[in-house]
């Protein structure tokens, strides 16, 4: 019996996107029974909205976050050892960027199955076209620190390695308007700050311009996903 394939799925980045999944994708996710999601609200809202004819009943779901046990991962692809394909979705954007779909790619190679990634938006790279910033050499660093004095030494050096390599990071939403107040307080006037906010959506802003502009204009950017991006121009 020959294996199923492990299909990496994008999620939209919200459900009202502007951003159009390829049709192709669409018939994939309409044959597929087997599904891992990272959160199952947001995976089967996908489907709905890709395919809403799609029975929801009939789903097979496995649920894989930092919550999910690592011996019930190995069980995750069992039906792609009997033939099954599996597609991993991830709640925003694409599965095993700065997401626990990684830990089920690596299984799957163990496995010798057969890993299949899809075209789709990731706020990452999106964010970082967008940013006018290096995109030859570049880094995602995840979430900063929170403690006050953790936060400030990790945003000097960051500031420092910015100046060959982009640095990206983000924050949970609702203190992305305190993580902009640090980051005008502690970069210098010259380094480039470029926040890509509501990536593919409506309300879409993305800005990118030195501190000392940032500082002349009031932004909030609370409850709404961004990415942050820094480039200086000084040693």
């Known amino acids: 019996m020959s294996k199923g394939n492990l299909y990496l799925i994008p999620n939209l980045l ?37 395919c809403p004819d799609k029975k929801q009943s009939e789903l097979i779901v496995n649920i894989l976050n930092k919550r999910t046990p690592s011996d019930s991962i190995k069980t995750f692809l069992n039906p792609c050892l009997n033939g099954y394909d599996v597609g ?84 949970t939403p609702y203190r992305n308007d305190n993580l902009l107040n640090d980051l005008i307080k502690f970069l210098k006037p010259s380094t480039k700050l470029c926040i890509a906010c509501d990536i593919t959506l409506e309300s879409e802003l993305i800005k990118s311009d030195t501190i000392s502009n940032w500082k002349k204009e009031k932004y909030s950017f609370k409850k709404r996903p961004s990415i942050f991006l820094i480039q200086s121009n000084q040693p």
Do not use: W
Request: net charge positive; with cysteine; aromatic share 8%.
């Open 14 to 50: 919200g459900l009202s996107s502007k951003y159009e999944l390829p049709k192709s994708q669409k018939i994939l996710i309409e044959k597929i029974q087997y599904y891992i999601f990272e959160n199952q609200k947001p995976g089967r809202a996908f489907i709905k909205k890709i």
């Open 88 to 171: 991993l979705i991830s709640d925003a954007g694409c599965p095993g960027i700065a997401d626990p779909g990684a830990a089920i790619v690596c299984q799957a190679h163990k496995l010798n199955i057969k890993i299949i990634p899809l075209v789709g938006p990731s706020s990452i790279f999106l964010a970082l076209m967008a940013s006018g910033m290096n995109g030859q050499e570049f880094k995602f660093n995840g979430y900063l620190p929170i403690d006050k004095t953790k936060r400030k030494e990790k945003i000097k050096l960051l500031e420092k390695k910015s100046l060959l390599t982009t640095q990206l990071f983000m924050e």
